[in-house]
């Protein structure tokens, strides 16, 4: 998915690990897919509109790890939230454990989002258009 795009293994990485160790094809195939992941997006685009898109698709550090973190627990929470509307009761314990986590990130962004539309994953269709 595309907020796991900075999780790749980038060629820089790459060279790097490659000059200090000898590895299998495993890993090199890996890397390959990765790589070709990260970049996906970009080749999407128009070809003037790359070059500034593909820094962000390859940034990394903490920040960029913590959002990721975050869009990974609300996107299972939602899910938890979807399987308990179909009837799947089985979800209710992840979805309290998920919701604690998220909560306990404390980012406004996620706290955020949470208060607003959380709530409507919940609801069926009807319940929707009710407001």
């Not at 200090?20 to 790589?35: D, K, N, S, V």
């Not at 003037?48 to 929470?77: M, T």
Request: charged share 25%.
């Amino acid at each position: 998915s595309f907020y796991r795009a900075s999780t790749a293994v980038s060629p820089a990485s790459m060279a790097q690990v490659v000059s200090r160790f000898e590895l299998g094809g495993a890993f090199f195939a890996q890397a390959r897919e990765e790589t070709a992941a990260l970049l996906a997006p970009c080749s999407l685009l128009p070809e003037e509109l790359r070059p500034a898109y593909a820094p962000l698709l390859q940034e990394e550090g903490r920040e960029v790890e913590r959002i990721v973190k975050a869009a990974d627990k609300l996107s299972a929470y939602i899910k938890c939230l979807e399987e308990l509307e179909a009837g799947n009761n089985e979800f209710g314990d992840a979805a309290t454990e998920t919701l604690e986590a998220l909560r306990s990130m404390e980012m406004e962004e996620v706290a955020w989002f949470l208060d607003h539309f959380a709530e409507a994953f919940g609801l069926t269709l009807d319940g929707l258009q009710r407001g």
